[in-house]
């Protein structure tokens, strides 16, 4: 795939009636490939400037600059952290391991929103994960045009399957997914079996892409070294994996050498781990990892391992995460540990611990990346891309482990009340639904709303939408029914609304009630 605007979509990636690729390469290569083999960002000459600060901590979004006039909103930056070898020596002597300054100048890819030009001050979209220091060589910011990226790809209700010949077969099929300079794009309701690297692989500037309720099965492989990295994410930034099961890998949900972030993993299920989850080698910085099961999830010093990988990264959370895990942090940088469940232990570099809080003892919100996202974008935002299952306040790895990729996760079909508002008689609210079954959402099919019990009367703007409005007669509990038909099948979903009430009791209500009343937990909140 190498233009913008593709879209594969298969009917699901269920063993029965779903769509099913199978991939007899007898040679190691990808069966799908996102690039054009084009260019890298390319710095625009003469717009580089000194960041001024001294010190710019992590989370910023701000900072001063030499001369700001350069700069617009709307401008497409990278923003660089431009480190010396006294950077390399501090960090527990790096260099011991072959790293060398001149290549680990951080590139963080962010937009301008605001210019101060009368002080100086540049605010960015998106927070810095890593610390700038004057003594470590401060930073630089420089606009940036990038004319080969690949936009608004998707890969949508597949089943890749990699055709061996052994267990131990490295002559197949290696990576479903690998993309590179794809930006807004996005894999969902994929499952994979059998590749000997993993499902997903997204590499060399790839940007804001979602990957939900996909799975990887069955490596076929070597057990070494390079192989079983189930969904990896390298040189790329903005991702977010949910609700996504591997089994049988080695590196499942990992991060290369240098990884920008912020990156997050969320909701998401390891089985048969041959190694650990977490970012793998060479310094990636602005993970989290929400709600992930596994064997071991790790952020230290690696040291020697491999060929030289040294500080895995630095700016990495591990948040409500059941595994053995080390947590150690790097000189001037810091990882957590919030909520996790599992062994603690040190990496065998003997690094300082990082921020260790409720070990053993979940904390609240159950998500942080959900609880951000609401937020930032407000319930409504989270209600988009979370499932009613998630939003109750449980964890959903006994439905990701029972599911292993097979056909649609969980709800074909969603409804929701508009969560900004509460429920009053006579006075019109939105109501949502959201179909996920693909194959309905490829057919002719028809919509409507119903109200199934209630004491008073139920008027909809329009029962055939799926976004309509709705208006009560009454106090009381209702019951409506969403209903939709193809040509395949008919989906039904009830939402229960009180009328005259302070909450809505539909199924996400505990969420929304957990993040208003929020409190503070050991310290974090």
């Not at 700069?71 to 020596?89: A, L």
């Not at 680990?104 to 810095?128: H, M, S, W």
Request: some cysteine; glycine content about 10%.
């Amino acid at each position: 795939v190498s233009s913008s605007g593709v879209v594969i979509r298969g009917e699901g990636s269920a063993k029965v009636d779903g769509t099913t690729i199978t991939y007899t390469a007898t040679k190691t290569s990808n069966l799908f490939e996102v690039d054009n083999n084009g260019d890298r960002p390319r710095e625009i000459s003469g717009s580089r400037q000194r960041i001024v600060n001294d010190y710019v901590p992590v989370g910023s979004k701000r900072f001063a600059v030499n001369n700001a006039s350069t700069f617009n909103p709307g401008d497409q930056v990278t923003v660089e952290m431009t480190t010396n070898q006294q950077w390399i020596n501090d960090m527990s002597n790096m260099g011991q391991w072959g790293w060398k300054n001149e290549n680990y100048q951080l590139k963080f890819r962010r937009q301008i929103i605001k210019v101060d030009i009368e002080n100086g001050l540049i605010t960015i979209d998106a927070p810095i994960v890593q610390t700038i220091e004057a003594k470590y060589g401060g930073g630089d910011i420089y606009k940036y045009t990038f004319n080969d990226e690949i936009t608004n790809v998707g890969f949508e209700g597949l089943r890749l399957i990699s055709a061996y010949v052994s267990e131990t077969d490295e002559n197949h099929g290696w990576i479903g997914i690998s993309a590179r300079r794809l930006k807004n794009g996005w894999i969902r309701q994929v499952t994979g079996l059998h590749f000997g690297f993993g499902l997903i692989n997204l590499a060399t500037y790839c940007k804001q892409v979602t990957v939900e309720d996909c799975a990887m099965l069955d490596h076929k492989s070597i057990i070494t070294g390079g192989r079983r990295y189930s969904f990896n994410i390298d040189d790329s930034e903005n991702i977010l994996m949910q609700r996504c099961f591997t089994s049988d890998g080695r590196h499942d949900f990992v991060s290369g050498s240098q990884t920008p972030g912020p990156n997050v993993f969320v909701d998401c299920l390891v089985e048969n781990a041959y190694s650990d989850i977490g970012p793998h080698h060479r310094y990636a910085t602005g993970q989290l990892y929400d709600n992930v099961k596994g064997k071991e999830i790790n952020a230290q010093n690696r040291q020697g391992s491999g060929t030289g990988h040294g500080w895995a990264g630095a700016q990495i959370m591990f948040w409500n995460c059941e595994a053995d895990i080390i947590c150690d942090a790097p000189n001037g940088a810091m990882n957590w540990a919030v909520g996790t469940v599992g062994s603690k232990s040190k990496g065998n570099a003997e690094e300082p611990f990082g921020i260790w809080s409720s070990h053993n003892r979940p904390v609240v919100p159950r998500s942080l990346y959900y609880k951000q996202l609401a937020e930032r974008l407000g319930l409504d935002g989270l209600h988009q891309i979370t499932l009613p299952k998630q939003q109750t306040g449980e964890r959903i790895w006994n439905e990701l482990s029972s599911w292993k990729g097979d056909g649609l996760f969980l709800d074909p079909l969603v409804a929701f009340l508009d969560p900004n508002t509460f429920p009053q008689p006579s006075i019109p609210i939105k109501i949502y639904g959201i179909i996920r079954k693909l194959q309905i959402m490829d057919m002719k099919f028809t919509s409507l709303w119903s109200k199934l019990s209630g004491s008073g009367t139920v008027l909809f703007e329009n029962e055939t939408n799926l976004l309509t409005k709705v208006t009560f007669g009454d106090s009381g509990t209702y019951k409506l029914q969403l209903t939709v038909n193809s040509e395949i099948k008919t989906e039904t979903v009830t939402l229960e609304v009180d009328v005259n009430n302070s909450q809505c009791r539909e199924e996400s209500k505990d969420v929304f009630v957990m993040i208003k009343n929020l409190k503070l937990v050991d310290g974090y909140n």
